[in-house]
């Protein structure tokens, strides 16, 4: 993985090789990264361009081999912690040495990716994974160990906020004294969830997320498409690298998402002080449950682009308007007026509850249902004079 593979962040990245070239790599660094904006792949990155030897700024000149052994996860110096649950492969005590195969695919394919990405991988997307005790006993019993190739030896924990309290205790002397030349690389999405114990033993690095611009051009380079709808699509990516792939992914599905939309809309305007409608509602959200979670908050997220555009269309920010719909009886100029100032907050909260409880296994029926019933209300809310 080289540092030029990683998009933006090129503060952390002179950061990171600094420590290096000084000689002054802290033992023990946190990674807080809001999602997709590239912790893994940078970590990987920085911790090649250690190992290898590697020089002038890039992972280059230095030990080739190395490099190879790198790129394909598979440095005999170089480990891996993540979040685990039992499977059909592995019914009992679940550690990361025994997914191996599956996280090097995971990084290969996804390296922005996030955890629903890696438990789909897994086959786990009903249950969650956690690093227990026995990851932390595995990690001490690695790091403890002579290094193979006689230099440092870096572990890194990708979603160290899964580490439950048992194992976060266990690792606390080894993340204040590690053993020479060892380095510990944890990686947040959720500084808050991290235990202050461990906080307090780790230089904290923040990534930040990813420039509308960046987004864009990375897009048109990596995945060869045209400025317009590399624009579009880092648009509605707030920042995130693996939404901007997502959303490429599923731009197909954007003309039956703004049928489902428009039905939600039409039905929820209707429903209010109109008892029979709610059936109507019932049997929308049962519609939209009965595919899996990624269509799920896939819709939701252009939802939710879609009722900002409205806004911007509201207040008359023709310009940043992207959205133009399929559906020749839907004006979206009459839409607008019903989406301002008094209602959006309320609207864009519920519309992310919504996306969090579905993301954590929630009664998808339930959630689109009361969902619905509160866009009734918010709908017909009026704009503060």
């Known amino acids: 993985m080289l540092f030029s593979d990683i998009i933006d962040q090129e503060t952390v990245k002179k950061q990171l090789i600094y420590s290096v070239k000084s000689g002054r790599i802290p033992h023990a660094q946190l990674f807080v990264a809001p999602k997709g904006t590239g912790a893994l792949p940078l970590a990987i990155a920085y911790a090649q361009y250690i190992l290898c030897n590697n020089q002038d700024g890039e992972n280059q000149n230095g030990d080739q081999a190395c490099n190879i052994k790198v790129n394909n ?26 997914f191996l195969d599956e996280w ?53 924990i990708w979603m160290a906020e899964k580490l439950n309290n048992t194992a976060s205790n266990k690792l606390l002397k080894l993340i204040e004294e590690p053993p020479n030349k060892t380095i510990l690389l944890l990686i947040t999405e959720n500084q808050e ?13 923040t990534l930040k997320p990813l420039s509308e611009n960046h987004i864009k051009n990375a897009l048109m380079a990596k995945q060869q498409i045209t400025e317009n709808e590399a624009v579009k699509i880092a648009h509605q990516a707030d920042g995130n690298w693996n939404k901007a792939i997502h959303i ?20 929820a305007f209707k429903a ?61 100029a009459k839409f607008a007026p019903f989406i301002h100032s008094g209602n959006i907050l309320d609207i864009t909260n519920e519309m992310n509850d919504a996306i969090y409880h579905i993301e954590r296994n929630g009664n998808a029926k339930i959630i689109l249902l009361d969902l619905s019933i509160k866009l009734t209300r918010l709908l017909h809310q009026k704009e503060a004079v």
């Open 73 to 98: 996860l598979s440095h005999a110096d170089l480990h891996f912690a993540f979040p685990v649950a039992s499977t059909d492969k592995v019914k009992k005590h679940p550690v990361s040495d025994l």
């Open 104 to 156: 090097r695919k995971f990084v290969k394919e996804n390296p922005y990716g996030d955890l629903l990405n890696w438990y789909a991988q897994l086959g786990i997307e009903n249950k969650q994974g956690q690093i227990g005790v026995d990851e932390a006993e595995a990690i001490v019993k690695k790091l403890t160990l002579k290094s193979y190739e006689g230099g440092y030896k870096v572990m890194i």
């Open 193 to 205: 969830q991290i235990i202050n114990t461990i906080l307090s033993r780790c230089q904290i690095i």
């Open 248 to 267: 490429l992914n599923n731009s197909n599905k954007d003309e039956q998402f703004e049928q489902w939309f428009i039905l939600w809309i039409r039905t």
């Open 272 to 332: 209010k002080g109109n008892a029979s409608v709610i059936q109507d509602l019932i049997t929308w959200s049962e519609t939209i449950a009965s595919n899996n979670r990624e269509i799920q908050k896939s819709f939701l997220n252009y939802c939710l682009q879609f009722f900002r555009q409205a806004l911007l269309k509201n207040y008359t920010a023709d310009s940043l308007i992207y959205i133009k719909p399929y559906t020749p009886s839907f004006d979206l």
